[in-house]
């Protein structure tokens, strides 16, 4: 019932920066709480970071610091904004609804590649 459609990935040299954005339809955006996960050839997938309705946000040890998870509701979009960027960063990047009425609903992701 959700759509989630990521952007902004690529390939950047360790210490970039990169600012993926998930544009979401299907759901009343500014109810609910959303979420960025990422996940590594051969790994699971793991919470990056979350932000409420009312913009509340929490991070992995991993980021903290680094990253900056924001939302537009007039826009019906989260973003990511990535700083500083490690080897180690590298994965496939999604968002997800914060919602057990959504658990199951995942974009195709976006490329993160962090390299020299």
């Known amino acids: 019932q959700v759509q989630l459609v990521e952007s902004g990935g690529g390939l950047v040299q360790p210490g970039g920066s990169l600012r993926l954005s998930c544009a979401v339809s299907g759901i009343r955006f500014d109810l609910y709480a959303m979420t960025w996960y990422r996940q590594a050839p051969g790994k699971q997938r793991d919470l990056v970071a979350s932000?409420?309705?009312?913009?509340?946000?929490n991070y992995a040890d991993s980021v903290k610091g680094r990253f900056t998870i924001s939302r537009d509701n007039g826009k019906n979009t989260v973003y990511l904004q990535m700083n500083g960027l490690k080897p180690e960063d590298t994965a496939v990047y999604y968002c997800h609804v914060l919602s057990s009425r959504y658990q199951g609903d995942w974009g195709q992701g976006t490329q993160v590649t962090v390299s020299s």
């Open positions: 932000i409420t309705r009312s913009g509340i946000t």
